[in-house]
């Protein structure tokens, strides 16, 4: 890695994000090989749930002990109050298991675990530690544990995601991918089969992708399997925006779930730019890790009215998608601002991330466009 103001910061966060997605890689697989019928039927379990709290508890534990607990900020999406009911005894035991067996996996990432099993009461205190709100000044990590809950649950695709925000601005992006796949236009052919039990077989799905702030480079590693050690820069590879600038080329990436964005506004607005392929439905921050790689050129998000954008939806991905090459604004066409603690406040409209600025002036002018006509 070269060296820089926050190389360390980068280095660490890096390999707490692939220790991370091995946490996520074994509760999913466990979740889709106990019912895996039942489960797309679901919204929610409380396996997901673990996956959650234990990486959270996981990546709040390595980050203090790395950069010193009393100094530290976290900001992340969950807290300890259903975790701490007397009713939820067996799922704290399960969160407990799985961060103290992630935890004795530090070695093989180049980190350094506890030196004896956590208790619950440190587990509860780690996940508790994440309750920062940000904010203009200081450094603060952001953390979503896992990004995608219903990708997750469905065997399709999530995120881990870790940002570092210092005085306001994002300046370290990472983002774990465990059902991406490495090859090239991987998430194109990728069709709605379980991945999870494919992956097995194939070994070619799953990375981390990570960037730090003006240095125009973003990369990309696969994830260390069970059998082998964490070697810097272990097989990373630069990757990079599309070149594509004609939208009657390009891929538009949006959320699955209706509720998570206008389908019907993106559709009028794909339709106002010319834009001729079927949308990429994508769940989870993989949108953005699609767009950094050159996979997809066109993210749209258009939230219902009301909905405030939390700052752990987004921060890795973005800063991915700028260093990568590419535009990621409000759909007015204003930077987003990371600096006003949990949300992303004064949003217009909805948020656009594009592979390159000729595409990004079409489809804001394209937003207008649309915005007018069904306002008339």
Known sequence: MEKGKYSEELNVAVRVVHMACSLCEKVQTQLLSTNPDQVKSKDDDSLVTVADWSVQATVSWMLCKAFGSQ?????AEEDIQTLSKSESKSLLAMVVSAVNACLAEAPRFG???????????????????????????????????????LGFVRGDQYAVALAMIDDGEVIIGVLGCPNYPVKDDGLNKYSQQNVVMSRISSGEVGCVMYTSKGSRKAWMQPLIRSDKQFEWPN??????????????????????EKSNSDHSFAAGVANTVGLRKK????????KYAAIARGEAEIYMRFARSGYKEKI??????????????????????????????????GLDRGIIACSGSKLHQKIIAAVYASWESSNL
């Open 235 to 256: 097989s990373a590879k630069l990757i990079q925006v599309s070149s594509i600038d004609d939208p009657a080329l390009a891929t538009l990436c949006e959320p699955v």
């Open 71 to 75: 100094k530290i900020s976290i900001v």
């Open 111 to 149: 980190l350094q675990g506890p030196e004896k099993a956590l208790d619950a009461s440190q587990i509860l205190e780690a996940i508790s530690k994440c309750s920062s709100t940000g904010g203009r000044l200081g450094r603060h990590w952001v953390l979503d544990p896992v990004d995608g809950t």
């Open 312 to 345: 752990w939806d987004h921060a890795a991905g973005v800063l991915l998608v700028q260093e990568a090459g590419g535009v990621v604004t409000d759909a007015g066409g204003r930077p987003l601002d990371f600096s006003k603690g949990i949300y992303l406040e």
């Open 279 to 286: 949308p990429l439905r994508v769940y989870s921050m993989v």
